[in-house]
C-alpha cells in the first residue's frame, strides 16, 4: 500500500481509478479513494445497525388493532450485485397486537436494512421480519417501490422503470379484506 492511501480500502480505489482513467493521479482524483471510501462507509452503514436495539424500549401498551401504516418512507441502497445505487419509498404497516411502537422507529428500521448491499427482494423481507419479532403485531405489511440505476444508467437502459416488492405476513398475508385496505392506502 502506497503512502497516499491510507488503507486497503482506498489503495482498492485507486487501483479501480487506473484501470478506468489514463489519468488517475491528476488533481481532481487526488482524494477520491479517501472520498469513497468515506462515501461508502456512510451508504452501508446499515451492517453496524441492529433493529432490535433501534426499536428498544419505545413500544407502548395500547389497546388498539386498526392498522398502522407509514407510507412514502424515503430510501436509498447500493445493488451488490453492481454496487450501484436504488433508491425508492417503503410503506410499511402493522396491526397492532396490544403495543405499538415509535413511528420514526419505522423509518429507523427502513434505514437499518436499506443502508446495506441488497437487493430490494430481501430489503422489504428484512423490513417485514425484524418488525413481526420485534412488535409481534397481528400482521405486518411492507411494499417497496425502487428505482435502479443499474437498470437505467446501464444494460437494459430502462430509465422510467420501477420494480415493486412486498412482503406480507400474518393477516396481510391471510385476510384479503386487510390486505386489500393496505393496497388500497398505499396506491392513493
Do not use: W
Not at 6 to 13: D, G, L, Y
Not at 100 to 115: C, P
Not at 132 to 144: F, R
Amino acid at each position: 500500500m502506497s503512502k497516499k492511501h491510507e488503507s486497503p480500502f482506498q489503495e482498492a480505489v485507486y487501483q479501480i481509478l487506473r484501470e478506468l482513467d489514463p489519468e488517475p493521479d491528476r488533481d481532481g482524483l487526488g482524494n477520491t479513494p479517501r472520498r469513497v471510501e468515506k462515501a461508502f462507509r456512510f451508504y452501508t452503514q446499515g451492517y453496524s445497525l441492529d433493529p432490535k436495539r433501534i426499536i428498544g424500549d419505545a413500544m407502548f401498551e395500547q389497546a388498539t388493532d386498526e392498522m398502522v401504516l407509514v407510507r412514502d418512507i424515503e430510501l436509498y441502497s447500493m445493488c451488490e450485485h453492481h454496487l450501484a445505487p436504488f433508491f425508492g419509498k417503503a410503506h410499511v404497516a402493522y396491526i397492532p397486537n396490544g403495543r405499538i411502537v415509535g413511528l420514526s422507529k419505522i423509518a429507523r428500521v427502513v434505514d437499518a436494512f436499506a443502508r446495506r448491499l441488497q437487493v430490494q427482494e430481501r430489503l422489504t423481507q428484512q423490513i417485514a421480519y425484524a418488525l413481526n419479532e420485534a412488535l409481534q403485531p397481528k400482521g405486518v405489511g411492507v411494499v417497496v417501490q425502487a428505482a435502479h440505476l443499474c437498470m437505467m444508467m446501464r444494460g437494459v437502459e430502462k430509465q422510467n422503470s420501477s420494480t415493486v416488492t412486498s412482503c406480507l405476513l400474518g393477516l396481510f398475508r391471510s385476510d384479503k379484506g386487510t390486505r386489500a385496505e393496505f393496497l388500497d392506502l398505499v396506491q392513493r
